[in-house]
């Protein structure tokens, strides 16, 4: 039986490293998840590079919001490809849409491109196409290598009917990571009725802050209502508790 792949989503050196001693298969870098992931500095990049054996993917996404990107903002993506192309990072993981909800093909297509003889993952922007079916086909034909998908709903388990659908109609020539509020508890579930090889999770818990001084009177967020004092990390125990539900 072919083994499960596990990628574990992180976006600092501490939770890279921690993945790893985890026993990950494979990270997706990006920075700031609960933005919905950015595209990591160089820094981040090179230090997780010389800290971990295994495979690291890099998240490309220039802004939060859409999937429509400018002329300058495509720039950046690419230049951001060819430097973790020149890293020898293992793969990338990005996504760009047309505003009526399809593929940008000719821009996908030159990402792909740019990106060899790296691996290119197409990411969450899937789950923004006006027809899956339809995605799955141009991305087969573009030669993209992964998508990373919930199935268009707001968690993998939620849309396990459309990733079960995607994985029967990639028949191999893609592979299809269900992704999105997987966790120890649904992870087992979600392959066996997806039928997918590989799966995706950022397993996070909230680490306190060791300040004794605290300055509760303003915050550096839009919300105003969130902990600037504490943040998120990968946790150990999630992920070996996932490994071992799906193996």
């Given at each position: 039986?072919?083994?499960?792949?596990?990628?574990?989503?992180?976006?600092s050196?501490?939770?890279?490293?921690?993945?790893?001693?985890?026993?990950?298969?494979?990270?997706?870098?990006?920075?700031?998840?609960?933005?919905?992931?950015?595209?990591?500095?160089?820094?981040?990049?090179?230090?997780?590079?010389?800290?971990?054996?295994?495979?690291?993917?890099?998240?490309?996404?220039?802004?939060?919001?859409?999937?429509?990107?400018?002329?300058?903002?495509?720039?950046?993506?690419?230049?951001?490809?060819?430097?973790?192309?020149?890293?020898?990072?293992?793969?990338?993981?990005?996504?760009?849409?047309?505003?009526?909800?399809?593929?940008?093909?000719?821009?996908?297509?030159?990402?792909?491109?740019?990106?060899?003889?790296?691996?290119?993952?197409?990411h969450?922007?899937?789950?923004?196409?006006?027809?899956?079916?339809?995605?799955?086909?141009?991305?087969?034909?573009?030669?993209?290598?992964?998508?990373?998908?919930?199935?268009?709903?707001?968690?993998?388990?939620?849309?396990?009917?459309v990733?079960?659908?995607?994985v029967?109609?990639?028949?191999?020539?893609?592979?299809?990571?269900?992704?999105?509020?997987?966790?120890?508890?649904?992870?087992?579930?979600?392959?066996?009725?997806?039928?997918?090889?590989?799966?995706?999770?950022?397993?996070?818990?909230?680490?306190?802050?060791?300040?004794?001084?605290?300055?509760?009177?303003?915050t550096?967020?839009?919300?105003?209502?969130?902990?600037?004092?504490?943040?998120?990390?990968?946790?150990v125990?999630?992920?070996?508790?996932?490994?071992?539900?799906?193996?």
């Amino acid at each position: 039986m072919d083994k499960i792949i596990f990628e574990a989503c992180v976006d600092s050196v501490d939770s890279a490293i921690l993945a790893e001693k985890a026993g990950a298969d494979r990270i997706e870098l990006c920075s700031d998840l609960d933005l919905g992931e950015l595209t990591p500095s160089y820094g981040l990049i090179n230090i997780v590079l010389e800290r971990l054996t295994i495979p690291v993917n890099v998240l490309i996404r220039p802004r939060v919001g859409d999937f429509i990107y400018s002329k300058e903002e495509f720039e950046v993506m690419k230049r951001d490809i060819l430097f973790c192309r020149d890293s020898n990072v293992n793969g990338i993981v990005t996504g760009i849409l047309n505003i009526d909800g399809t593929i940008d093909k000719d821009r996908t297509f030159e990402l792909i491109d740019i990106a060899r003889p790296m691996s290119f993952t197409y990411h969450r922007a899937f789950d923004f196409t006006r027809d899956p079916y339809e995605a799955l086909d141009t991305l087969m034909d573009l030669g993209a290598d992964r998508i990373l998908t919930s199935g268009l709903e707001k968690t993998a388990l939620s849309g396990i009917e459309v990733i079960k659908k995607l994985v029967d109609r990639a028949k191999n020539r893609i592979i299809i990571i269900p992704g999105g509020g997987v966790n120890e508890n649904n992870a087992a579930e979600i392959l066996t009725k997806s039928g997918a090889k590989e799966i995706h999770a950022s397993a996070r818990e909230t680490i306190q802050s060791n300040m004794t001084y605290k300055n509760f009177n303003i915050t550096l967020h839009d919300a105003g209502s969130k902990d600037e004092f504490g943040y998120k990390i990968l946790s150990v125990t999630k992920v070996r508790k996932i490994i071992d539900a799906i193996r």
